[in-house]
Structures are given as C-alpha cells and as structure tokens.
C-alpha cells in the first residue's frame, strides 16, 4: 500500500529538527531509518500530517571516543557501527548483538537510535544497552537531558522520549581490563528476531567473577536485567558448575508473552539455558 500523503523536513541541525518538529503540525514522525516506520506507514497503521527526517544532521552520525565513554550518535547505522573499531574494542557485545540484526540490507538503513527508541521487546539493542548501563542524550524544546538505560524504556514499544523530543546520542562506558562479554540469541530462523536473548557482560578476578551483568530480550515489555543471576553470580567461582547455578536463577521476575513462536514458560526455560551459555563464554569458560 502506498502511505497517505504527508509534509516532508529535511533539517540539517538539531534545533532545526526540534522547530520542524514544534510547527509540523498534531501528529509528526521522526524518521530515522525508516525500517520500522514506513512499514508501518505503508499499513497506515500510523498515517503522520509531518515526517521529519533526521538523515542529514551530522551531529547524530559515527562513533568517538569521550574520556571513560564511547558515544554512538543516534543516526549511525546498523551497517557503521559493526565495522566500528571503538565499539569492537570497548563494546563488543553491540558489534555481537548488531551482527545478528535482520540482514545487511536492513542494517545498510537501520539505525542505532532508532532501533534504541523504537524499543521493540524483540529487538536486540534495548538489552544490550541495559547490560552496559548506557546514557541516553535527548534533546527537546527545555533543552538536553539525560537519562539511564534503566528509566530509559518505560513499557511495549514506549520509552522515556516525550513529544517532540529527539535521541541524539547514547554513551557507553568502556568496559576495560578483566571484562568479557558475550550476547547469545535464540531464533527460529537466521536473520529473524529474537524469541528470547541474553546478553552477558562479566568481570573476572582471579578464579572469581567479580560482577557480571546480565541483559534479557523478549522476556517482557520492557527489557529487563536478571538481577537474581547477576547476584548469585557476584564473587562465585569462575566454574561451569556455579554459572549454571546462577543462570537458574535468570527467569525470577520476568513476564514474557505466549505467541506463535514460543508459549511463556518455553521463553523462561530459555532464558536459563541460554545465560548460562552467555555468562560461561563471556567469562571465557
Ligand atoms: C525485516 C526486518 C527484520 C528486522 N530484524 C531485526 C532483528 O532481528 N533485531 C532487531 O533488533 N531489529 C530488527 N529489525 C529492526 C531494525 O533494527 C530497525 O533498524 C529498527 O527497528 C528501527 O530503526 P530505524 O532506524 O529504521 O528507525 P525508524 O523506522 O526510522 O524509526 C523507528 C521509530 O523510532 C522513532 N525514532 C527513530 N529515531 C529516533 C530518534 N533519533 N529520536 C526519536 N525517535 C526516533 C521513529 O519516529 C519511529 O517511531 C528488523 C527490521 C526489519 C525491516
């Protein structure tokens, strides 16, 4: 189907983008890469009076370096942050979790921040962000404000960003030293979404992890963290034996949906087998 006619802006500046937004009318859009949201326009699920469309605003593109931080600007895509260096060496588990998103002709368009502030439960980047306690940089008609990956994503396909507002950047501190990391993703066929994923951040000392954090996809509205693994984890032994007896613990609070792909208690049987295998590769066992 074709989408219903709507005003089009180009900005090139955030503020110009935030005054588009603010004159664009009852119902404006922001237009990242447009893998999530034209579909949706071609349905005329969603049908906006303005599209604004933030693909030529430098500001929101690439990576850099900023002191004990990454930062990865809202607009770079899928495609750029894989072949990132910095995220490599400071972020691995993006580069893991990006390299398993839909195939390169989406990766080509989609972006980081739209796939961060679609917030999707099956996407593969709210997790992600989670277990690497990111900051979210939002700017708005007040201003710029920051936010936590934990009061960033709010409900089902609903986050923090109010009217108006636009996800800039997102800044991730850089694990350094004994880190090592690992997203492990179950799905039903390559290149498909998530029906569950875990994403494992774990810091070793000597036969001990010291910390682990651990990030769940798909197991609710809402990414959510294992906390009850990541405590039992904190100062065991660095053993098969003791991260199989955390990760049963992984599916304590979670609510995860029934549908076609797998009924709730499969996705929290998953959620077990796969933190174990998660927390035991990124702790490099
Ligand atoms: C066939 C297919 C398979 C896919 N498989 C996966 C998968 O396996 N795993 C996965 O994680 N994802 C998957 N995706 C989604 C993909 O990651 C998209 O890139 C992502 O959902 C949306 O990113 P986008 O840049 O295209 O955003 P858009 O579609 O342009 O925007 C999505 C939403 O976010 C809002 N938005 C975008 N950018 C901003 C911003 N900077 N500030 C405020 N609001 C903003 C838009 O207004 C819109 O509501 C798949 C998509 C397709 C089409």
Known sequence: MIPASFAYARPTSVDEALQ??????EDVK??????????????RLAAPETVVDLGRIPELKGVRE???????????????????????QF???????????ADRQVRHRGTFGGA?????PAGDLPAVALALDAEFVVAGSGGRRTVPA?????????TTLGEGEILVEVRIPKLTGQWGM????FQRVAQAWSIVAVAAAVRRDDGHIAEARIGLTNMGPTPLRARAAEEALAGADASAEAIAAAAERAAEGTSPSSDLNAA????????????????????GL
């Not at 588009?20 to 009318?25: H, K, L, Q």
């Not at 922001?30 to 326009?41: F, H, K, N, R, Y």
């Open 264 to 283: 709730a208690d499969y996705r929290q049987h998953l959620a077990r087998v796969l933190t174990r295998r998660a927390v035991s590769k990124a702790a």
């Open 30 to 43: 922001i237009l990242a890469g447009g893998q999530s949201l034209i579909p949706v326009m071609r349905l």
């Open 91 to 101: 972020a691995l588990l993006i580069t893991e979790a990006t390299e398993t998103v």
């Open 116 to 120: 961060l502030a679609h917030a999707d």
């Open 20 to 25: 588009a937004i603010a004159s664009g009318g």
């Open 150 to 158: 934990s009061e960033f994503f709010v409900d089902y396909l609903t």
């Open 66 to 88: 900023d002191g004990d931080a990454i930062v990865i600007g809202a607009m770079t895509t899928h495609a750029e942050v894989l072949a990132d260096p910095l995220v490599r």
């Open 182 to 185: 690992h997203y492990e993703k």
